[in-house]
């Protein structure tokens, strides 16, 4: 008997914090659409890794792999 209280009023302090009737302090991830403020997308500079020279010539894979550099991407939201 004991337990199946237990579980019923856990059951229904969860349904409570789940449903935010209003009773808990705001903790939402989102900001509600009325707070925000519509900025402008900042224009930022595209950079790109260099290409290796075409041709193909007595170029491997090894020294084509040596001459073109990993490029690291930033994303800005």
Not at 24 to 46: E, F, K, M, N, Y
């Amino acid at each position: 008997m004991v337990a199946a209280t237990l579980l019923t009023v856990g059951i229904v302090i969860g349904v409570v914090v789940a449903s935010d009737l209003g009773w808990l302090p705001r903790g939402h991830a989102v900001p509600d659409a009325s707070s925000i403020v519509p900025t402008l997308p900042i224009a930022r500079p595209v950079s790109t890794a260099p290409q290796p020279v075409l041709g193909g010539g007595n170029q491997t894979f090894v020294d084509i792999a040596k001459s073109v550099k990993p490029a690291v991407v930033n994303i800005y939201a």
